[in-house]
């Protein structure tokens, strides 16, 4: 095997194909046979892959979210054209390496790197592509799904979120905490389901800010490439700056800064933001309508449930949201209130290869993972048999 693709086989890229690969091995496609009314014929519902399917990949995560397409996909049945990140593509090309050096035949899985734009005009719009999957912001999206409207493409779109996590008076509160500090800060916030808004009852919202605020001041920044780092830097100068813009304007509108909100002096070189935490937040933030997309912890206060539920149905993103409490009842009312595709209760690490991943609303619709990922990339034949009957 080349030499890149024993580095390709790092530690953390092993995770992301045994994650892909279990996605694969526990979804199985099956077909059915199906009871009709009357003596019609025998019935029957059968799966075939969709055909050639052009996939676009975001910088964030450039090795695990090429695979979350690549595997289903090619389950399925389906080629796929992989149009990687344009601020981190070696990934994807390494991937493409591998999957050639373990014997995925030619023309089967396909990297193409160069202009974004260019490119989806080229592959979306090709009566070739069948089925197009897209990680992005909502404004690819956008565009995305309007060029594959054109040639009746099926579409699967994430398309981010900005994740309200839900905390009761009655929850575990130094618990909640630390979760939340782990979770929100991960990957300098740049996870489509990072927790990016906490609302807190009023109760407690004093304990949990002082516990957040003291998970928050015991992370370590630094280089990926150091293992004692907590945090690392921001994705570019342009995430960076408008993270900032985002505190800037909290803080205007009569935010406060409980911790952060500055670049690191001892980072100022690169495109670091110290983990952030505010308090006084107000819906008038942009904050609490925005994708922060960087590590910015923005807590307010909510009085009951109805006004918790309220909040965090506020703005157009539908990807994920968090419940603490210790009330079964609670939680599954929060549960089935939340507009969203995902809810993790009492816990934040929700994202499994085993179970559907997609939201509503402006975070997208259709799934990866599971049953419904790979069934995305196959529609449903339905085959009816009238046996003729025995000679006369």
């Known amino acids: 095997m080349p030499e890149q693709c024993d ?18 091995d526990d979804a199985k496609i099956a077909g059915a046979v199906l009871r009709g009314r009357q003596d019609l014929g025998d019935q029957g519902l059968r799966r075939e892959p969709i055909g050639p399917v052009a996939a676009f990949a975001p910088w964030n995560f450039p090795s695990l979210l090429p695979a979350r397409k690549i595997a289903p996909a090619l389950a399925a049945g389906c080629s796929v054209v992989l149009v990687p990140p344009i601020e981190a593509p070696l990934s994807s090309l390494l991937f493409a390496e591998a999957a050639d050096a373990a014997g995925v035949p030619a023309g089967v ?40 409207a054109k040639t009746l493409k099926s579409v699967s779109m994430e398309l981010g979120g900005h994740s309200p996590v839900l905390v009761f008076p009655d ?55 150091d293992p004692g780092t907590d945090m690392g830097p921001l994705g570019s100068a342009r995430r960076r700056d408008a993270v900032e813009a985002m505190v800037a304007d909290a803080v ?12 690191p002096e001892e980072f100022q070189s690169g495109f670091f ?6 308090t006084g937040v107000t819906q008038d933030m942009d904050v609490m309508t925005e994708e922060p997309f960087g590590p910015i912890a923005p807590i307010t206060a909510f009085a009951t449930f109805e ?10 993103f539908g990807l994920a949201g968090f419940v603490y409490t210790r009330d079964l009842d609670t939680a599954y009312r929060a549960s089935e ?15 499994t290869a085993e179970a559907p991943f997609g939201g509503v609303k402006y975070s997208g619709f259709g799934r990866e993972g599971g049953t419904e990922g790979v069934e995305a990339y196959t529609h449903a034949k339905y085959v009816n048999v009238l046996l003729p009957g025995p000679p006369s």
């Open 273 to 278: 933001f110290a983990p952030t935490v505010l």
């Open 109 to 148: 899985l396909n990297v193409i790197t160069g202009d974004p734009p260019t490119l989806s005009d080229q592959l979306v719009t090709s009566p070739i592509i069948r089925k197009v999957s897209l990680t992005g912001s909502v404004p690819v999206g956008i565009a995305v799904n309007t060029l594959a």
């Open 7 to 24: 580095q390709w086989r790092g530690e953390h890229r092993r995770d992301d194909l045994r994650c892909s690969v279990r996605d694969v």
């Open 337 to 351: 209130a939340l507009e969203t595709g995902m809810v993790g209760v009492n816990h934040l690490t929700i994202a």
């Open 252 to 263: 205007g509108k009569g935010a406060q800064v409980a911790h952060g909100g500055v670049r």
């Open 171 to 225: 929850a575990d509160i130094d618990a909640a905490a630390r979760a939340a500090a782990l979770g929100k800060f991960r990957n300098a916030g740049q996870v489509c389901i990072s927790a990016s808004r906490f609302l807190v009852h009023e109760s407690v919202v004093e304990q949990f800010t002082a516990a957040f605020v003291e998970q928050t001041r015991a992370l370590r920044l630094g280089p990926g490439s």
């Open 307 to 316: 006004e918790a539920i309220a909040i965090a149905n506020s703005t157009a």
